[in-house]
C-alpha cells in the first residue's frame, strides 16, 4: 500500500515506519493518523512481522505535535470527536498491539508527538531529543491520551509539573524519568533500536503478545492485571511455543519459536 504521509520498510521480520512530513516536522494531520492506523493493522495482520519501530524522517523531530493548523478552528464537538477518533484508531490501537512497537525519538516529540512514542511499548531516544506536552501553552490540554499515560510513566508529580509549565525535558531528563529507556547518539539511534529488535524476535511470540496484554491489563479500568497474567499464564500451556520453549532448554539448544 502507498502513503501521503508515512514510509514502511520490511527487513528480516522487523518493519519499521517513519512518519514522513519533515516540512512540518512531522506533525500528526488526520491523514497521516489514518495512514499510521492502516500500516499498523497491516503489519499486525502479518505473522511475519515481529516488531515495528516508529520513528519521524529528517533529523530534527520524531513529531512536533498533533497538526495545530487543523484543529484551530474547532468547535467543542469536533475536539472531542478529534481526541476520542485518534486515541480509538491510533493511541490506543498501537498499545493493544500483540507486536511489540518501539518508539525510536529522533528530535521533538512534543504534544501528540509524545502521546504517540508514549503509546508505544517503550522508548529510545537519540541525544538530542526534547520532549514535553505544550499543550496547556495553546489553552488546551493533551488529548490523546497524555493527562495518563505520562503519570504512568513518570509519576503524578512530575507530570503534572511538565503538563503545567509546557516545558521540554532533555533526553537525559526523560532517560532519569524513566520516560525513555536508553538515550544514544542520533546516528546510532535505528541500529540500536534493531538490536533490542533481534533479542525480542529470539523469543516467542505468543508469550510475548501475552505479557504485553497483561501489562497493559493493569491500566485498564474494571480489569485485574493479576488475573489477566493468571488467564494468560495457563494459556501458553497449550501453544507449541511452550513446548518448543521447554524442550529445547532441556536439550539444551536453542529454541525455533514459530508463534504457534
Ligand atoms: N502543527 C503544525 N505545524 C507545525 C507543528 C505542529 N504541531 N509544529 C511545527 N510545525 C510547522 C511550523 O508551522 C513550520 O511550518 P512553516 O515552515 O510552514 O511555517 C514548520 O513546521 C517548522 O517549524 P518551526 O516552528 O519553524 O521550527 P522551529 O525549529 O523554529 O521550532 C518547534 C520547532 C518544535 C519548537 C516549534 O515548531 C513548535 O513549538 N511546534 C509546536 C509544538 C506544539 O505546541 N505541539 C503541540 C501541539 S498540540
Known sequence: MSYNNILVAKENSIATITINRPTKLNALNTETIQELHKAFQELEQNPETRVVILTGSGEKAFVAGADIAEFADFSVEEG?????QGQD????FVENLKTPVIAAVNGFALG???????ACHFRIASDNAKMGLPEVSLGVIPGYGGTQRLPQLIGK????????TAGMVTSDDAYRMGLVNHVVPQAELMDFC?????????NS????????????SNYKDGENGFETEIKSFG????????????????EKR???FTGE
Do not use: W, Y
Request: glycine share 8%.
Open 235 to 250: 494459556k501458553c500451556f497449550a501453544t507449541e511455543d511452550f513446548k518448543e520453549g521447554t524442550t529445547a532448554f532441556l
Open 254 to 256: 536453542k529454541a525455533v
Open 157 to 164: 508529580g512530575r507530570a503534572m509539573e511538565m503538563i503545567m
Open 194 to 202: 534493531k538490536g533490542i529488535a533481534q533479542k525480542i524476535m529470539r
Open 205 to 216: 511470540p505468543l508469550a510475548i503478545s501475552s505479557a504485553i496484554k497483561s501489562i497493559n
Open 89 to 92: 484508531i491510533l493511541f490506543n
Open 112 to 118: 501528540g508527538g509524545l502521546e504517540l512514542a508514549m
Open 80 to 84: 472531542v470527536q478529534l481526541a476520542a
